[in-house]
């Protein structure tokens, strides 16, 4: 009974910033994979920023290096997504996602808990 609750999407203008939260529950894995997903209407669900928990390993799109900023709160139950200086292009879908340690963790299809997600727009 893994559940993933995303929030903190909104509407901002370019340039601006967001933060989005994961509030994990029923997920105790000593390694894990945690990451931040994104869909925009037309396009492929693509990977934004992944975190492995127990190496203290971090994987950023090339497309938000230097703006994105993923992480734990010290409880480690949940996930955070700091998005500095947004673009258009950054509209999407947002989901959090988790799946026990057992590859890449960059695709979408390693993992297996999804949550609902949380829609981000940015105008220009």
């Known amino acids: 009974q893994v559940q993933l609750v995303e929030s903190g999407g909104g509407s901002v203008q370019a340039g601006g910033s967001l933060r989005l939260s994961c509030a994990a529950s029923?997920?105790?894995?000593?390694?894990?994979?945690m990451g931040w997903f994104r869909q925009a209407p037309g396009k492929e669900r693509e990977g934004v920023a992944v975190?492995?928990?127990?190496?203290?390993?971090?994987d950023y799109a090339d497309s938000v290096k230097g703006r994105f900023t993923i992480s734990q709160d010290n409880a480690k139950n949940t996930l955070l997504l700091q998005m500095n200086a947004l673009k258009p292009e950054d509209t999407a879908m947002y989901y959090c996602?988790?799946?026990?340690?057992?590859?890449?963790?960059?695709?979408?299809?390693?993992?297996?808990?999804w949550g609902q997600g949380t829609q981000v727009t940015v105008s220009s």
């Open positions: 996602a988790a799946t026990p340690y057992a590859g890449t963790c960059k695709a979408a299809n390693e993992y297996a808990y």
């Open positions: 029923g997920y105790t894995y000593s390694s894990y994979c």
């Open positions: 975190i492995v928990t127990g190496f203290r390993r971090t």
